[in-house]
């Protein structure tokens, strides 16, 4: 009898101390099994919609929004959209030769006074987080979407409501015209080499805002025309796309889109540099998308041509830590692991993963945990912990001899964890957002071969080695 009361107390026991976490599990680093080379973190846009009318006169950004985008967050990839008025008439009927008088830097002519819907309007923010990021020596790349062609290539002469490139290849031509001088002007008045350009925006969709269908067999000759341009031109700038929704079988999903460049790898093929898609349901709701259709993307699509994946629009749910921040430090988890994205780039920061662009919402500190402490170039290698509710990756980045692993404690009661793996360096540095406090605070250095706490519903990022002021641009 007394055995077997000892044998209940000792159960009992083994489940308080499973239940309160108190039993570590094993977080596993394997730094020599390497997978995507991380290009970047980051979002869409200035402190104030490029639409607004406000702004126009006040400015679109200040010094403290730029400061804490690169600073801060630690944002490497910062997105807009090319200004379909840009060419808002034919420069000349010659599309192999830019008429660059009559490409229009200043004017938006349905609505004059939305100046940040111009070049001229755009620049200067450029500029600021440009010269922030070699201030700080921090890398950063800048990409860019067209939401629809100039009107007068289109279907429907208008940039709003769908419509299409009128579907000829003199049009074709005057569409790569059209990107080709708008990464020339970009550089020319703002010193930016633009890294990476999408030739459409979310392509299956008709919007009330700026928007243009394509379908896939159109798709591809588009992206054919505009990428031998660009190497005709010597421009370096990548081609992203087809920022499709993130989901593979769907008609308006990759498998369509990419059908016509997996069938023409050295033509159409051969000039898609990354594949993009964003995760939403229907351009609005957010769909972070699942392991396995992240997967299929990678294997089925992005493997066969030889690019990487990046996710390059979405939005958050929900206010809190709980919902908000675990949310997308999930969402960045299964597209990080499952479809090896190698970017992540949220829809306007200022609305998204901020407040009016001031005020950082959780889904801010979420994003930091991989941003600030994963720069481009990292690595991500394998990890994983035999707790299912911990959620790891690792990245190793070389030049900086830096090692991030990032750890979401996906259940509603903490957990210890113990570090292994060869190589790992003797301490790290700890950061962590809980429900308590979601801001990704400095918690000191703990020993690699401690145990971690894990605060229930909860994000915390390891890393030792250099990750500010590495390089510039
Ligand atoms: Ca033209
Ligand atoms: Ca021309």
Same mark, same amino acid.
């Given at each position: 009898m007394r055995h077997h009361r000892i044998a209940v107390l000792f159960v009992i026991l083994c489940l308080c101390l499973s239940g309160s976490g108190a039993m570590g599990a094993t977080v596993t680093v394997d730094t020599s099994t390497r997978h995507q080379t991380i290009d970047g973190f980051g979002g869409f846009g200035p402190?104030?919609?490029?639409? @607004?009318n406000e702004a126009a006169r006040s400015g679109f950004f200040d010094d403290a929004y730029v400061a804490r985008l690169i600073?801060?967050? #630690?944002?490497?990839i910062i997105r807009d959209e090319v200004p379909p008025m840009f060419e808002f008439e034919n420069d000349d009927n010659a599309p192999g030769h830019f008429n660059w008088p009559r490409f229009n830097m200043t004017e938006y002519p349905p609505k004059p006074h939305k100046k940040g819907l111009t070049i001229a309007g755009k620049m200067p923010f450029y500029r600021a987080m440009k010269a922030k990021a070699e201030d700080s020596r921090e890398p950063l790349k800048f990409i860019s979407s067209i939401? @629809? &062609?100039? &009107?007068?290539?289109?279907t429907n002469k208008s940039t709003i409501n769908g419509g299409s490139l009128v579907d000829a290849d003199s049009m074709r031509a005057e569409l790569a015209e059209f990107c080709a001088a708008y990464v020339k002007t970009v550089k020319r008045e @703002? +010193?930016?080499?633009?890294y990476a350009l999408s030739i459409?925006?979310?392509?299956a969709f008709v919007e009330p805002y700026n928007s243009c269908v394509y379908s896939p067999d159109q798709f591809a000759k588009a992206l054919r025309t505009v990428g031998e341009r660009f190497e005709k031109e010597g421009l370096a700038t990548r081609i992203f796309g087809p920022? $499709?929704?993130?989901?593979?079988?769907?008609?308006?999903?990759v498998r369509n889109y990419l059908k016509p460049l997996l069938a023409d790898r050295e033509g159409a #093929?051969?000039?898609?540099d990354v594949l993009a898609v964003h995760s939403y349901k229907d351009g609005v709701a957010p769909d972070y998308g699942d392991a396995p259709g992240w997967t299929a993307i990678r294997d089925q699509a992005a493997a066969p041509l030889g690019v990487p994946v990046w996710m390059t629009e979405t939005g958050v749910r929900g206010s809190d830590w709980s919902t908000n921040g675990m949310d997308a430090g999930r969402a960045m988890y299964v597209a990080l692991k499952y +479809?090896?994205? @190698?970017a992540w780039v949220w829809w306007y920061i200022r609305d998204t993963i901020m407040a009016n662009g001031e005020t950082p919402k959780p889904a801010y500190y979420a994003s930091k945990h991989y941003c600030r402490f994963v720069r481009p170039g990292a690595v991500m290698v394998e990890a994983g912990c035999e707790d299912g509710a911990v959620l790891v990756t690792a990245f190793r980045h070389e030049a900086n001899g830096c090692l991030t692993v990032v750890m979401i404690n996906n259940a509603d009661a903490p957990k210890k964890v113990a570090l292994s793996g060869?190589?790992?360096?003797?301490q790290f540095e700890l950061y962590q957002s809980t &429900?308590?406090?979601?801001? $990704?605070s400095a918690g000191g250095t703990v020993p690699a071969s401690g145990e971690v706490g894990l605060p229930a519903t909860s994000m915390t990022t390891l890393v030792a080695g250099e990750y500010r002021g590495t390089g510039g641009l």
């Open positions: 402190k104030h919609v490029w639409w @607004s600073d801060d967050l #630690g944002l490497t939401w @629809s &062609p100039p &009107p007068w290539m289109k @703002s +010193g930016v080499d633009l459409q925006n979310e392509l920022e $499709c929704m993130g989901t593979y079988t769907r008609r308006d999903g #093929g051969r000039h898609l +479809g090896n994205a @190698s060869t190589g790992l360096p003797a &429900p308590a406090d979601p801001t $990704c």
